[in-house]
């Protein structure tokens, strides 16, 4: 049973659509974040919600819209889709105030391609 | 700007060796570090962490070693194996639980 799961795997689009990707943790976390790897393969942190409410929000367009229906979901829906926007885009979850160790549980990843 | 900085893009060691990444942060309020293990096509998975109050931890192969003064950090892998192939992701956060800041990897290649 995936404890992080991201659908869907891979997406192909063309430029100016709007896409969603969907995550959902069954680990019982209060934390979501979404993560995006650049072709350069770094790991970039864009949204962080805790409990459903948005804590972390660093520089990203404002085409690119996160939502937490609830603390085991946290959905990213993307306007106006650019060719830059192509990457791999990470969901990760964790326990808020949890010992070190607990690190991150990561999906497997969304590979978006905009054509 | 890079909080999180991993200069080596790859290693190649051969099976048995030590294999010895290493990475370097600039943000003193960093508390705990953790060290993240990516295959491709998956996402990263949590290797082992250390907390700033400590200068090593040990977990099987893999020891931590971090060195505050010097603002950096070590992962060992003794013995490496082939299936330890894979890119190695340093990471810090200023408290447990809140958002990690990644360095840019090393791709690790054991030799058999």
């Known amino acids: 049973d995936t404890a992080v799961s991201q659908t869907p795997k891979y997406l192909v689009t063309q430029m100016g659509n709007d896409k969603s990707i969907k995550c959902e943790q069954n680990l019982g976390h209060d934390t979501m974040y979404w993560y995006k790897q650049d072709s350069k393969k770094f790991l970039k942190i864009m949204f962080s919600?805790?409990?459903?409410?948005?804590?972390i929000n660093e520089t990203v367009p404002n085409r690119f819209s996160p939502k937490s229906p609830d603390k085991a979901h946290l959905n990213l829906h993307i306007n106006s889709l650019e060719l830059g926007d192509s990457a791999v885009y990470f969901c990760a979850s964790s326990q808020s105030g949890g010992r070190a160790n607990y690190g991150y549980t990561f999906g497997s990843g969304t590979r978006l391609t905009v054509v | 700007d890079q909080q999180v900085k991993q200069n080596s893009p790859s290693l190649s060691v051969q099976e048995g060796r030590i294999s010895i990444l290493n990475c370097d942060y600039t943000?003193?309020?960093?508390?705990?570090f953790l060290w993240y293990k990516k295959y491709p096509a998956e996402g990263p998975t949590f290797l082992i962490s250390?907390?700033?109050?400590?200068d090593k931890n040990e977990d099987g192969r893999f020891t931590v070693f971090l060195n505050k003064s010097a603002k950096h950090l070590s992962l060992h892998i003794v013995p490496s194996q082939p299936g330890d192939s894979a890119v190695y992701f340093c990471a810090a956060s200023v408290q447990a639980g809140t958002a990690l800041i990644f360095g840019k990897g090393t791709t690790l290649s054991v030799s058999s």
């Open positions: 943000n003193s309020m960093f508390d705990y």
């Open positions: 250390i907390s700033s109050i400590k």
């Open positions: 919600y805790n409990n459903k409410e948005l804590i």
